[in-house]
């Protein structure tokens, strides 16, 4: 079976607070050091690919900035993104355009139009012939997109405005942005989920919908923060049982490590049961990340999940 | 008793926070505890999880508020006193109902109702969604139905979204700028700074005819409902601002929910906005107090008898989480500290499975009231 990397673009998506970012920054560091040229673009303005990177100085924002051998990030700007369309599409009127204030509030004031800038930025990024002048093309763009409710209304835009203008230049944009985005050749979607109910449930309905809504499959789920079971059954019936039978005399120490213990295994288990039912719904088994016990996901963080997320690729 | 003195003389309690952090649950276990005090309490929710919603009797189908049974609760031990109702919010059809209550006449209504750039595309306006929620709000607090509302805010990225998001559907619906330049040959056009055809030229050349029509009925048909729906926005601005009206802050004690926390905070205080306390949901403990990690798993095996290999299975797990409990409490006072010593805080162990049911609200209920 192909994987990711034979792709331009991966859409990351999940329910919000998931680990979405996270997973799209792996997924970039994997792809980069297999030699391809990656850039990692967060639609969601938050800038934090970069951050993870140490680079908190906004460099990243709306600019391509690159943040190790291969590897690059953009936070995209949708107003920035329509200066540089406006400028190669339409000359100089272009310009007069972009410098006017009516017709930026004509734009924001547009349904769904910050979203088709955010795709077209993001579409522009994964051509060959890349319409800046000093546009280096990329092997692959990964992006992290809206949250799942808004990521398939983000994902449907380019068709809608495609349907309602029916010609002229903003309909062939959508046009050819919706022909890349439901391309399995060339787009793949990517959801992230917790092993809990809400997140499992979001992800099957993001599946059924991304299919009968968009006519795309999603290509791979990633079950974020799985914390391991290392008692597992056996065990952890013993540490139950010397729990139970602790005397008051214990240490408060060893008590709460045969709580701690035994919590763990309960919530591996709660976890492993919400997995086996993304998987039962998926109808194939989604690919696992463990947790990562540090205060936060910093680079050595997301190197050690890249190591996790390379067979996917 | 924590919570329940925030919420003392409060009629409208606003839960808020980034996503993922657990706020469902925090607003039901609130609207709960309330109502098992005696007051007739409706938790307005927008997307719950399924068992909490069957738990609760939610149907994604009413948009009205539903009559919670009280038999579990009294089963798992506390019956409650006053009423508990629930409401899922359907976000497309309040705007709808807006529409049609604002609609001047039939026609305008199903004009835009049907208008394709509404259709498909109004539910991507930042803000809609947060907007439909206090709308929703607003009415059942005028209804006077209910002694208290508690509201689950949407899952926004950024927790500013729900505080702007009247001014910016104002603006929205305004759409002056739109108009003034849909309109051949006028100011708008002149602001181009080019001749009127030439800068629509360009624009049809962008958009296309069609959709730059759709847009134009569109935008005139919103026009038309305009002085309407400033009232309204007026209104719900007015309910955000009430003095009965307070913003709990939900986060889980993870760096960036905390650092989104201390941030809305300040926005809430800027804005003058009633502000009740913040609760910081899944702490882990720190059970170790002074004493050594080291050689853990020798004290595990001379004080239970366990087998080396299990105890040193027990160290490992609780070495690990003993450093989630360092950072949790790192965090929390990072919180402390830049909410100001005059914040309340409530913090609620990290539990080992979801609440999803009666016993499961009322246990949480129990943290955040009793302490």
Redesign the interface.
């Known amino acids: 079976m192909p994987g990711l990397s034979d792709k331009r673009i991966l859409f990351v998506t999940g329910k919000g607070g998931v680990g979405k970012s996270t997973v799209a920054a792996a997924l970039g560091i994997a792809a980069a050091r297999r030699g391809q040229r990656t850039i990692v673009a967060e639609l969601t303005g938050q800038d934090r690919v970069a951050a993870a990177f140490g680079r908190t100085d906004g460099a990243g924002h709306a600019h391509e900035l690159q943040l190790a051998e291969r590897l690059f990030t953009i936070s995209v700007d949708p107003q920035h993104a329509l200066d540089d369309y406006l400028h190669l599409k339409a000359g100089a009127l272009g310009g007069v355009l972009s410098g006017s204030r009516t017709f930026h509030a004509f734009l924001s004031a547009t349904p769904g139009m910050r979203e088709l800038l955010g795709l077209g930025k993001a579409w522009e990024l994964a051509q060959t012939e890349r319409r800046s002048a000093d546009g280096e093309p990329y092997d692959l763009v990964v992006v992290d997109a809206p949250a799942t409710g808004h990521g398939i209304a983000t994902l449907r835009t380019p068709r809608t405005f495609a349907e309602i203008a029916k010609v002229g230049p903003i309909a062939n944009q959508g046009k050819a942005l919706d022909a890349t985005f439901t391309d399995p050749a060339q787009t793949a979607v990517v959801a992230v989920a917790l092993a809990e109910e809400m997140p499992v449930n979001e992800t099957l309905v993001l599946k059924r919908r991304l299919r009968f809504e968009l006519g795309i499959e999603l290509a791979d789920v990633v079950v974020n923060a799985l914390v391991p079971d290392r008692l597992g059954p056996r065990q952890a019936r013993r540490v139950e049982d010397a729990l139970a039978l602790l005397r008051d005399g214990a240490s408060p120490a060893v008590a709460a490590a045969l709580q701690s213990a035994h919590s763990e295994h309960v919530r591996a288990r709660a976890q492993r049961e919400q997995v086996q039912r993304l998987a039962d719904g998926l109808g194939s088994a989604p690919h696992e990340l463990p947790y990562l016990f540090t205060p936060t996901v910093d680079r050595a963080g997301l190197e050690l999940l890249a190591d996790e997320l390379e067979p996917l690729l | 008793m924590a919570v329940e003195t925030w919420l003392e003389g409060t009629r409208v309690c606003i839960c808020g926070g980034?996503?993922?952090?657990g706020k469902t649950t925090t607003s039901a276990a609130v609207a709960t505890a309330m109502a098992a005090r005696g007051l007739t309490v409706c938790v307005v929710t927008i997307?719950p999880?399924?068992?909490l919603a069957d738990a609760l009797g939610l149907d994604a189908l009413g948009n009205e508020p539903a009559r919670v049974d009280a038999a579990a609760f009294a089963a798992a031990g506390r019956p409650l006193d006053g009423e508990l109702w629930a409401l899922q919010l359907d976000a497309k059809r309040t705007f709808d109902d807006l529409i049609e209550r604002l609609s001047p006449d039939e026609r305008t209504r199903e004009e835009i109702l049907s208008n394709?750039?509404y259709r498909?595309?109004?539910?991507?306006?930042?803000g809609s969604q947060e907007f439909t929620a206090i709308a929703k709000l607003h009415d059942l607090a005028a209804s006077g139905r209910f002694d208290l509302l508690v509201l689950d805010t949407p899952?926004s990225?950024n927790a500013l979204d729900f505080l702007d998001a009247p001014d910016r559907l104002t603006?929205?619906f305004e759409?002056?700028?739109?108009q003034?330049?849909l309109r051949p040959g006028n100011v708008?056009m002149r602001?181009?700074?080019?001749p009127a055809g030439?800068?629509m030229s360009?624009?049809?050349?962008?958009?296309?005819?069609?959709?730059l029509t759709?847009?134009s009925s569109f935008?005139r048909l919103l026009g038309g409902l305009l002085d309407g729906f400033r009232a309204r926005a007026e209104q719900v601005e007015a309910l955000l601002h009430d003095p009965g009206t307070r913003f709990l802050l939900v986060t889980s004690p993870?760096?960036?929910?905390v650092d989104e926390a201390i941030y809305f905070h300040r926005k809430l205080k800027a804005a003058r906005m009633g502000f009740g306390g913040a609760i910081v949901n899944r702490v882990h403990a720190d059970?170790?107090?002074d004493?050594p990690?080291d050689g853990?798993a020798a004290?595990?095996v001379a004080?239970?008898?366990?087998?080396g290999?299990?105890a040193r299975?027990?160290?490992?797990?609780?070495a690990?989480?003993h450093?989630?409990a360092l950072?949790d409490r790192?965090n929390v006072a990072h919180l402390r500290e830049r909410l100001g010593s005059d914040v309340p805080l409530v913090l609620v162990p990290h539990l080992?499975?979801?609440v999803?049911d009666a016993a499961g609200l009322l246990r949480i209920a129990g943290f955040l009231f009793d302490g």
Request: overall charge negative; glycine content about 12%; hydrophobic content about 45%.
């Open positions: 980034s996503g993922g952090v997307d999880a399924q068992r394709r750039i498909e595309l109004s539910g991507a306006v930042a899952p990225r603006q929205f759409g002056r700028a739109l003034a330049l708008g602001l181009l700074g080019r030439m800068a360009v624009l049809k050349r962008l958009t296309g005819v069609d959709l759709d847009l935008f993870e760096r960036e929910p059970q170790l107090g004493e990690l853990l004290r595990i004080e239970t008898g366990l087998p290999g299990v299975n027990v160290a490992a797990c609780f690990d989480e450093a989630l950072r790192e080992d499975d979801d999803h």
